[in-house]
């Protein structure tokens, strides 16, 4: 069975640090494009950062520019998202998803592109 499992949400005061972490298993995902959404209570699934399957060429949301920092392990099969100065516009269940489809960069943005998709996460930032 293939899955993958978030964890890592919290509640943080503004200002403040989480580490999203997703751990894939049932396949490997080192050729995978991985990816990071989220969802507001009342709003639509937005995308947050992605990586391509190399970790080399990361891709953000201009909401994420500048604090949140993506990572991978290929060999732990593990997706990271470090989000600093959290503010209350962050709080949203955050997603991982995989991409099996070669994507890098702003083609790794869309939604469509990702088979595989976590439960979530619940972030809560409070002011």
């Known amino acids: 069975q293939i899955r993958m499992e978030e964890s890592g949400g919290g509640s943080v005061q503004a200002g403040g640090s989480l580490k999203l972490s997703c751990v894939g298993s049932?396949?490997?995902?080192?050729?995978?494009?991985m990816a990071w959404f989220r969802q507001a209570p009342g709003k639509q699934r937005e995308f947050v950062a992605a990586?391509?399957?190399?970790?080399?060429?990361?891709f953000y949301a201009d909401s994420a520019k500048g604090r949140f920092t993506i990572s991978r392990d290929n060999l732990k099969n593990t997706v990271w998202l470090q989000m600093d100065n959290l503010t209350p516009e962050d709080t949203a269940v955050y997603y991982c998803a995989a991409d099996p489809d070669y994507c890098a960069g702003r083609g790794c943005q869309y939604e469509a592109e990702y088979d595989y998709w976590g439960q979530g996460t619940q972030v809560t930032v409070s002011s």
């Open positions: 049932g396949r490997a995902f080192d050729h995978d494009a």
């Open positions: 990586l391509n399957w190399s970790g080399r060429i990361p």
